[in-house]
T-cell receptor, first 111, second 113 residues
């Protein structure tokens, strides 16, 4: 059973455009929602994270929007750049400290 | 800090052989996770240790898989016997306590032929 559902599976965006990746969850015991970025041949690395008591968090060009009532959260990448091309994973942490990941979104930013 | 260190980076083995993957977590971290990544299923949590004790191994697919953490600085994931469907990238990650992020190693790409 997939604890965190992520969409789309792949995304192609023009340079300068906005990339949007969505995730949804059901378990209300999740208390921390990070996004990870993974480049080929590397492990996932933390990009940005949010806690459920906050509706939005922005770090540079990256923004998480969080809707607690809908159990949904999304990553927005503003002014997308070719260097942003990677696979992005949303995740949710259970209060027992287990992390559950979405299936990933392969982002390609076209110059 | 060198980060989470995994070895080997690549492993090719024949079906039926025993495979051992190794992980050294970040010093001071007390939680360790093993994940398997495939195109079909994404990142799957296999097992989670806290203070060297297995807390949740419900993600371990079969009895052929076993994991140990004999001390705070070392963990192994063993597959015996290995099968072609075990081919995947296996990641180890560590974190410290609650409310902290998980740091991933570079992964071990396992190919069972």
């Amino acid at each position: 059973q997939q604890q965190v559902k992520q969409s789309p599976q792949s995304l192609i965006v023009q340079k300068g455009g906005i990339s949007i990746i969505n995730c949804a969850y059901e378990n209300t015991a999740f208390d921390y929602f990070p996004w990870y970025q993974q480049f080929p041949g590397k492990g996932p690395a933390l990009l940005i994270a949010i806690r459920p008591d906050v509706s939005e968090k922005k770090e540079g060009r990256f923004t998480i929007s969080f809707n607690k009532s809908a159990k949904q959260f999304s990553l927005h990448i503003m002014d997308s750049q070719p260097g942003d091309s990677a696979t992005y994973f949303c995740a949710a942490r259970h209060t027992g400290n287990q992390f559950y990941f979405g299936t990933g979104t392969s982002l390609t930013v076209i110059p | 800090d060198a980060g989470v260190i995994q070895s080997p980076r690549h492993e090719v083995t024949e079906m039926g052989q025993e495979v051992t993957l190794r992980c050294k977590p970040i010093s001071g971290h007390n939680s360790l996770f093993w994940y398997r990544q495939t195109m079909m299923r994404g990142l799957e949590l296999l097992i989670y240790f806290n203070n060297n004790v297995p807390i949740d191994d419900s993600g371990m697919p079969e009895d052929r898989f076993s994991a140990k953490m004999p001390n705070a600085s070392f963990s192994t994931l063993k597959i015996q016997p290995s099968e072609p469907r075990d081919s995947a990238v296996y990641f180890c990650a560590s974190s410290w306590g609650v409310n902290t992020e998980a740091f991933f190693g570079q992964g071990t790409r396992l190919t069972v032929v």
